[in-house]
């Protein structure tokens, strides 16, 4: 297929535009079906929990399920390097590609995995494979597509085109969500526990038929002479970029710790700190995640006029400003519509830094490593902080320490905040 054009200062044509257009719908829906496959695990996560580690009260098993979880995240440097290397060598369809296959297979073996009380300590041990299996796959899905969004999106409108990915992504989530409140109106608790969370794997799985359709018709964006480079794909080339690499680690740990805390760790503080009903913490958090999914395009927009740097400080400075205290707040909330108020408020501060955080990546490398440096630095930074929430949080709350979490999100938020003041020069477009 004929590569897509990038970005220049000259006029770009409607029939350009359409292309444009087209290609981050297309990239966008196999990222939806990348993260509905990977949320359905923390959110069903509830029902499924006894059935793979059977001992134990609800916190541990919770806390059994997180460990999990985040194995999953520690794939995701792996998956970065190699999907990163793959996009930009053979280029970024190739590799988004195979990235929703491996998903999609991980998805479809959890749906069809034996129980505990079937094959013994093989069903955790399985289950913990097919999460590390996904994890290799997402590892690699967040780079190449941040990549290619940024490569296709309209000059001086990118924050607004590659905000999408950020509204896909939570839009997987809220299709997880959407799944499962649905489920839990349809089947009872005891169902749901016993063979009702298979149904959302399995609708994953099934999902991959559509995103793979939809790839299948994407141009490449990289030419020949970037795929060509000496350094395309390799570590020793990124290596030249180390400082673009360190800053990306540094504001992603608190921005990744932020979204996991105030979306997939939320809905279990709200059942097992504030004591909220399950079906009432879905509910809510379905909303939330939809204002949350609406607020993406609006904020990566405000980013075309205000410039990332200041994106960045405006997220990093009220993150770290305003986390102990919702966190805090919502530890003995009593009343849903405050929970909900609290939840929005902590999700449209983060929203300042996901709406960008792809394209701001993605402008701090050359074409021929942007999907490595964007795809590793994320990779390594979410699987540490990121994919660790929900066990750090919960190991915390064991040790009845809990409140300790909260300081540890608003750290590392700060570290974000001084990292973002350095900003100035990266901030910059990088023409594409």
């Known amino acids: ?212 359709f939809l790839r299948r018709s994407l141009n490449e964006t990289s030419d020949e002479k970037t795929r060509g480079h000496k350094d395309a794909g390799s570590l020793a080339g990124l290596w030249k970029h180390k400082k673009a690499f360190l ?34 913490a879905s509910g809510l958090m379905t909303l939330a995640l939809f204002v949350f999914m609406l607020l993406q395009p609006i904020v990566g927009a405000l980013s075309d006029k205000i410039g990332r740097r200041n994106s960045m400080l405006i997220f990093s400075g009220l993150a770290t400003l305003m986390t102990i205290p919702i966190l805090y707040a919502l530890q003995s909330v009593t009343n849903p519509y405050w929970a909900f108020t609290l939840i929005v408020i902590a999700l449209a501060i983060v929203t300042f830094y996901t709406s960008i955080s792809g394209l701001l990546k993605a402008e701090m490398f050359p074409a021929e490593v942007r999907a490595l440096g964007v795809g590793l630095s994320y990779a390594v930074a979410n699987a540490v902080f990121g994919g660790s929430a929900e066990y750090v949080a919960l190991s915390f709350k064991s040790w009845n320490i809990e409140e300790v979490f909260f300081w540890y999100v608003s750290g590392m938020c700060l570290i974000a905040f001084i990292v973002s003041i350095r900003l100035n020069a990266k901030g910059k477009e990088i023409q594409l």
């Open 1 to 212: 297929m004929a590569e897509v054009t990038r970005s220049t200062s000259q006029e770009i044509t409607d029939k350009d535009k359409k292309s444009r257009i087209f290609a981050i719908v297309g990239a966008s829906s196999g990222n939806l079906v990348e993260w509905f496959d990977f949320y359905v695990y923390s959110f069903c996560s509830i029902y499924f929990a006894s059935s793979f580690f059977p001992s134990g009260n609800s916190t541990t098993q919770l806390l059994q399920t997180a460990g999990v979880f985040a194995a999953g995240f520690f794939m995701r440097p792996i998956g970065g390097w190699l999907f990163g290397y793959i996009a930009d060598k053979h280029g970024r369809k190739s590799s988004m590609l195979i990235s929703v296959c491996m998903m999609c297979a991980g998805s479809l073996v959890i749906a069809c995995l034996p129980t505990y009380d079937s094959i013994g300590s093989w069903a955790p041990a399985l289950l913990l494979l097919a999460r590390l299996f996904q994890g290799l796959s997402v590892g690699g899905e967040y780079g190449t597509s941040a990549t290619y969004m940024s490569e296709v999106a309209i000059e001086g409108r990118r924050g607004f085109f590659a905000s999408f990915q950020y509204v896909t992504l939570i839009g997987g989530q809220l299709l997880a969500l959407v799944v499962l409140v649905g489920l839990q109106q349809i089947l009872s608790g005891d169902e749901l526990r016993a063979w009702g969370w298979r149904i959302p794997f399995a609708l994953g799985a099934a999902l991959a038929v559509v995103a793979l």
């Open 247 to 280: 800053m990306v680690l540094g504001f992603t740990a608190g921005g990744s710790l932020s979204f996991y805390t105030f979306t997939t760790y939320m809905q279990k503080y709200l059942v097992n700190t504030a004591g909220m009903d399950a079906k009432t």
